[in-house]
């Protein structure tokens, strides 16, 4: 239950971390980035980073490191039985949907596939000749094939055994040609192919995240608007903004079904032509951004970003500080507050540093009892405590991992002396009870900066 439980934490780190992002992008596109679809394009590629990099923990990690009196302190992995209980049921809960999400995706891939089997070389020779000059043009020769298809509706370009642009068996003219390969190519050339499996990836990963589906919704249609960009650029020999986006809107005219399945076609719908159009023509408008405009303003994005990362980091270690201690140590009575202030005192330790754990009935004979502890760093964790008569033993046998971390286990008597075996990995030792009376099994994690998790068997 631990793993599912920790990978749920991860994921809702790396949640925080691309949803700030991503409300940041926002504001940046309303302000600066709406003219200038390079910029839009960018801010995208750095919200999709952020939500496979928890970058909240490590920038709290980094401002604990600043404070002397909080390092090792903060570790945002440490769970209590509760909070154990609570993520690994949230965990559950996200694989399940992960796995549907994952299989509705297969199952459209798969089906695209069996139409892309349907593919034939282009047989058409001023086509062929063309596409070769475009590819020549861009660098790209030997990369990407031609191919025709009677079960694609619009021009699109895809992977099937490698990149490949796929044409309807619709006659062009070469002029019609010369667009559409240009701008499947210029697809290509963008990298826009491995953002868009980059950006199925991260749904897949963050498929409870409202905001992840929202911006790869909007992700193909910047991805199309930069696309008209650099296309324009590029062609300004070959053909006019006007020829350009004339060929696009026939393409609409002449489509009588939607594609579904292919990565990026010439166009999808009128409103998103009529948006792509409108983009086009206000950065013309305002002549886009200088080069320097552009990096000072990615540049404020990213600190922009990173300090508001970094304010909901240190306000998630409150929060979560504040939810671990009220679910671990509430039910014990005053002999184990009392106990819990003796083993502080006779290990000299912090009496903070001390944790009862009361997920454990200790009390009863002839059983055994499993604890399952995650240790934080420097800290040493009790358990409740129990009754043992003269001449009874108790043998306890505890694992750690990380293998290499020292840690000290044992039973505190009630003279209050500690009967304990150091050691690193596996610790096994059969205690001979000398007095009747209360005792308490603990463990030291002797390790200023790691967590110890420890599996401990102990049998009465």
Not at 59 to 82: A, C, E, H
Not at 329 to 334: A, C, L, Q, R
């Amino acid at each position: 239950m631990d793993w599912i439980s920790n990978l749920f934490i991860a994921l809702l780190l790396t949640n925080m971390s691309g949803t700030l992002f991503y409300f940041i992008a926002i504001i940046f596109r309303k302000i600066w980035f709406r003219k200038d679809a390079r910029l839009i394009r960018f801010s995208t590629i750095v919200v999709l980073c952020a939500y496979v990099v928890p970058l909240v923990y490590f920038v709290l990690r980094i401002s604990r490191q600043l404070d002397v009196d909080q390092l090792g302190t903060i570790n945002l992995f440490y769970n209590t039985p509760r909070t154990i209980e609570l993520f690994a049921t949230m965990g559950r809960v996200w694989v399940g949907l992960f796995l549907a999400l994952l299989a509705y995706k297969l199952v459209r891939r798969i089906q695209w596939a069996l139409i892309c089997r349907g593919n034939i070389p282009e047989e058409d020779e001023g086509v062929k000749r063309c596409f070769a000059q475009i590819c020549s043009e861009l660098g790209i020769e030997g990369k990407v094939i031609l191919n025709r298809n009677d079960s694609v509706h619009i021009p699109c370009v895809t992977y099937y055994h490698g990149p490949v642009v796929i044409l309807p068996l619709n006659r062009y003219t070469l002029e019609e040609a010369e667009i559409i390969l240009y701008h499947e190519l210029c697809h290509y050339v963008e990298g826009d192919l491995s953002l868009r499996t980059f950006g199925t990836l991260i749904t897949l990963l963050h498929v409870f995240n409202p905001a992840v589906h929202i911006m790869f919704k909007h992700m193909k249609l910047i991805c199309e608007i930069s696309c008209d960009r650099v296309t324009c650029e590029k062609a300004t020999h070959r053909f006019s903004e006007r020829e350009y986006f004339q060929v696009i809107l026939n393409m609409l005219d002449e489509s009588k079904k939607k594609e579904r399945y292919q990565l990026f076609a010439l166009a999808e719908d009128r409103s998103n032509y009529e948006r792509r159009v409108a983009a086009m023509g206000e950065f013309q408008k305002s002549g886009g951004f200088k080069k320097g405009a552009a990096l000072a303003l990615a540049a404020c994005f990213l600190v922009g970003s990173s300090i508001t990362s970094l304010a909901a980091g240190a306000g998630l270690a409150t929060a979560y500080e504040g939810f671990a201690e009220s679910t671990s140590v509430k039910m014990f009575d005053e002999s184990d507050q009392i106990a819990r202030e003796e083993l502080a005192r006779a290990l000299n330790l912090d009496i903070d540093d001390v944790v009862i754990m009361d997920d454990i009935n200790m009390e009863g004979r002839g059983r055994t009892i499993h604890i399952g502890w995650n240790v934080r760093a420097g800290k040493t964790y009790m358990s409740g405590g129990f009754t043992e008569a003269e001449g009874n033993e108790v043998s306890v046998m505890v694992v750690g991992d990380p293998a290499d971390i020292r840690f000290q286990t044992g039973l505190k008597d009630p003279d209050n002396i500690m009967w304990y075996a150091e050691g690193e990995d596996v610790i096994s030792h059969l205690f001979e009870i000398k007095m009747s009376g209360r005792y308490y099994f603990f463990v030291v994690n002797l390790s200023e900066t790691e967590d110890l998790a420890i599996d401990a068997l102990i049998a009465k």
